[in-house]
């Protein structure tokens, strides 16, 4: 059966090539930081890389001054049969194996570089590389960059800070086990890595530490007391290290001869010779690879839950943006006509009071069209020298006999025109209501969310036809205003006459001298009866507008708004159809990304199921 460190290896490849991993800022929940992992720390010079080299018997890591490792190096340990090649394999570079290790060191600093460039700058992005040999145990260690103080040339200011808070949102999460490593011949009490494994795991419950550098201690002096916890104490028992020398190194010492002198080493010293069965770094790998797999096979009843959790999350979420479009004509222009009708049906509810908005077409009714009838300026229209000089321009060079009856018509016909501006006024106010409640539909309207360019189509069809019915609409009012100054009610005047006739001899319609028809009284009279007609017919277009409005603007938005938009769709090719399915490249991007992590969740939640039944 495969080891439980092999499963969480694969799901950590799989999670990293999606964006998932740790120290990243993901966008959806993380199945990584789920994920037990062994994180590397120290700082600069602290031989943090040497230790790796000596866990994998091979010399393969970037090597110089200054902050060589720049990204997270996610390094997978599996374990072949005795006998067989080994060789390594990187993330990036899929069904490449490299035999030569020089060469892994080389792509280590070209992939670096791809994605920090050359001027030393850091990305928490990590590689993936695999080693497969027979001199390993399984293990997963993630080398993170060396923990530094100062900046080097051509790196920013803040470069200390950036590194401590990348390797800071490794070894916080509570699933990490942290390997701190530190030299011997520094004082423990200023190590950078101490310092930091004591900030995010106070309690020590995750914490190693791993002593370098035992032989390169001043002669006379010994690391026993770090070691056996009296100065330093931590939950678990330090582990010492003798690295390869920086001699060794230039010579290329075979890691496998280095791997023996350290043996060797603590065998035949007599300082640590009574604990070098638990010192080097065979010990440590062999140490890590059953405590990691012992933490899996812990953490795994807590992982399965996050993992329906974040299952359950994604599928609801890739309903809301919707599945791929299918890519026949018939399909598109059935998905296209859809959504036009789940528009239609939320622009109606907008309408008729399931949603805001209608009731702003009411208030233009209620109140912005009487109220602009009542501020028209009848009062300077009919005042006493207006109406002097209509009446008296009206009767040309005869005097009227009886009632000036052109001098009326004149009155009457000039205040109607008046109304032509609040007639014009509703019927753009509701117009503007409308196309504002079109906006508002399309918004509203999920199934287009994703298509802006169907929205933005759909969105002119439908001001084309509220622009067409305002057209009608405007005929209808100024010819309803038009209507009432071509024909007079005949019975107000009438029922004027007999009211006059009865209650005085001196009546507007009717003087009985020349001297009362040419005075000021008559002239109020005519002001006052022209008023009250004018009233009359403002009562009147108040109710009459209005429907009209409603009948040419408002019914036909609602029977009528995409009649012609639906004739265009049926005759256009599938092309075209699929330039209006053109979705928004993030929300494309978001749902491609949604659905490979659901694949990804699944697969995942289906291996540890089955490592758990066979465990």
């Not at 490849?13 to 929940?29: E, F, Q, V």
């Not at 031989?47 to 390094?75: A, H, M, N, Q, Y």
Request: net charge neutral; with cysteine.
């Amino acid at each position: 059966m495969e080891s439980l460190i092999g499963l969480v290896n694969r799901i950590q490849r799989a999670c990293t090539a999606l964006g998932d991993y740790g120290g990243g800022n993901n966008a959806l929940s993380s199945l990584w930081e789920a994920l037990p992992s062994v994180a590397v720390v120290g700082g600069q010079s602290s031989g943090k890389s040497s230790v790796l080299e000596s866990i994998v018997g091979r010399d393969f890591l970037p090597r110089g001054s200054g902050i060589v490792t720049r990204r997270p190096l996610v390094l997978q340990l599996l374990k072949t049969e005795h006998g067989t090649d080994e060789y390594a394999e990187f993330l990036h570079l899929t069904n490449k194996r490299f035999t030569n290790f020089s060469l892994v060191r080389k792509e280590i600093q070209d992939e670096t570089d791809r994605i920090t460039g050359k001027n030393k700058q850091i990305s928490p992005v990590p590689i993936h590389l695999s080693i497969f040999s027979p001199n390993v145990v399984d293990l997963t260690l993630i080398d993170l960059p060396g923990l530094t103080k100062v900046a080097v040339e051509g790196q920013p200011e803040t470069i200390a800070e950036d590194i401590e808070s990348m390797v800071r949102s490794y070894v916080a999460k509570p699933n990490c086990l942290i390997l701190a490593i530190s030299p011997a011949n520094q004082d423990i009490a200023t190590s950078d890595a101490i310092k930091l494994a004591k900030e995010v795991d106070p309690t020590g419950d995750r914490t190693f530490g791993v002593l370098t550098k035992l032989d390169l201690m001043d002669k006379g002096t010994n690391a026993l007391d770090v070691i056996e916890g009296r100065s330093y104490r931590m939950q678990y028992p330090w582990v010492g290290i003798v690295n390869r020398s920086q001699a060794d190194i230039n010579k290329n010492v075979d890691m496998m001869v280095a791997r023996r002198k350290e043996r060797e080493y603590f065998e035949t010293s007599p300082d640590y010779g009574h604990l070098a069965n638990k010192m080097g770094s065979e010990y440590l790998a062999k140490m890590l690879s059953k405590l990691l797999e012992s933490v899996i096979r812990a953490r795994i009843p807590n992982i399965i839950p996050l993992i329906n959790r974040s299952i359950e999350e994604l599928e609801r979420e890739l309903d809301q943006l919707g599945r791929p479009i299918a890519i026949d004509a018939g399909a598109k222009l059935y998905n296209i006509l859809g959504m036009c009708r789940a528009f239609e049906k939320i622009f109606k509810e907008h309408l008729d009071g399931g949603r805001p908005g209608g009731a702003r077409i009411y208030g233009i009714f209620d109140y912005q069209l009487p109220g602009a009838i009542r501020k028209l300026p009848f009062d300077r229209h009919l005042s006493l020298e207006s109406v002097k000089r209509i009446v008296s321009q009206s009767d040309g060079y005869q005097p009227h006999l009886i009632a000036p009856e052109m001098g009326y018509r004149r009155l009457i016909e000039g205040s109607l025109h008046l109304f032509r501006g609040p007639a014009e006024a509703s019927v753009n106010a509701v117009h503007s209501v409308l196309k504002e409640l079109v906006r508002k539909s399309i918004a509203e309207t999920e199934e287009l969310k994703r298509f802006p360019s169907l929205q933005t189509e759909l969105a002119a069809a439908a001001n084309s036809s509220l622009e067409k019915f305002r057209e009608e609409s405007m005929k209808s009012v100024l010819r309803l205003v038009d209507m009432e100054a071509s024909y007079l009610t005949v019975d107000f005047f009438r029922k004027l006459h007999v009211m006059d006739t009865q209650g005085s001899q001196n009546t507007s319609l009717s003087l009985p001298t020349t001297v009362e028809q040419n005075g000021e009284k008559q002239f109020r009279t005519i002001a006052s009866n022209v008023a009250g007609y004018i009233k009359m017919v403002a009562d009147t277009l108040a109710n009459t507008i209005p429907k009209a409005v409603v009948h040419c603007q408002v019914r036909q938005a609602k029977l009528a708004l995409l009649n012609y938009f639906y004739t265009q769709m049926s005759q256009r090719q599938g092309k075209h159809l699929g330039q209006l399915l053109d979705e928004n490249p993030a929300l494309m991007e978001r749902r491609l990304l949604c659905a490979k992590r659901l694949e990804l969740y699944k697969k995942a939640r289906d291996e540890i199921d089955a490592a758990v039944w066979l465990g």
